[in-house]
């Protein structure tokens, strides 16, 4: 029997329709159970989290079958109550589904430390703008000490007390300064 007469005949017919059906059959099978195991239909809204701690936010998340994952704390923000949610992904109101992930960036509980950098013997100018450049606030009211440099930086006071060069404050410390006052230049000259 040749393979042309062979492809011809009715087994050969009866087995290829037996396999397309059983093959049509297994690709439905298998569509259905995807969509039971994956949970096809099931969506559930995101809600906002925003402004929440963390035990708030663990137990709405619970009540949706849904979890929480803190990936990072970011920088203090004033407007957002200490450890609570800044940032979350999925945003509010995407669907997911069940036991998904909420990725979550959490407030610090205050401002990170920085380092007050050398301003001494700097112009008043100068220093103010360093100070700001790295995150400090200057006040208004600087202290006056009897200085031949006029508006020269001799020292910092943070809460009325002197600070020093590579001191740890929090960001957005209020500083004040300690400038000359450019005093009686004659004591200063040579005779």
Do not use: C
Not at 52 to 78: G, M, R, W, Y
Not at 111 to 122: A, D, G, L, S
Not at 164 to 176: A, H, M, T, V
């Amino acid at each position: 029997m040749s393979l042309l007469n062979f492809v011809k005949s009715k087994t050969f017919l009866k087995q290829l329709i037996i396999a397309i059906i059983g093959l049509i059959l297994l690709l439905f099978l298998l569509t259905k159970w995807l969509d039971v195991t994956t949970n096809h239909d099931q969506k559930i809204q995101v809600p906002d989290l925003s402004k929440l701690t963390i035990s708030e936010v663990t137990t709405v998340l619970h009540e949706l079958n849904l979890k929480a994952e803190i990936i990072d704390s970011t920088n203090f923000n004033p407007e957002y109550p200490p450890l609570s949610v800044i940032e979350q992904h999925p945003e509010a109101g995407d669907f997911v589904k069940e036991k998904r992930r909420i990725y979550l960036k959490i407030n610090r509980p205050t401002y990170q430390n920085i380092e007050i950098p050398n301003v001494f013997t700097k112009p008043r100018r100068k220093a103010e703008a360093t100070l700001k450049a790295v995150g400090f606030r200057v006040g208004d009211n600087p202290t006056y000490v009897k200085d031949i440099a006029k508006d020269v930086v001799r020292g910092l006071y943070h809460n009325g007390k002197l600070v020093k060069q590579g001191d740890l404050l929090p960001r957005n410390s209020l500083l004040e300064l300690k400038l000359g006052d450019g005093g009686d230049k004659s004591v200063y000259e040579k005779k």
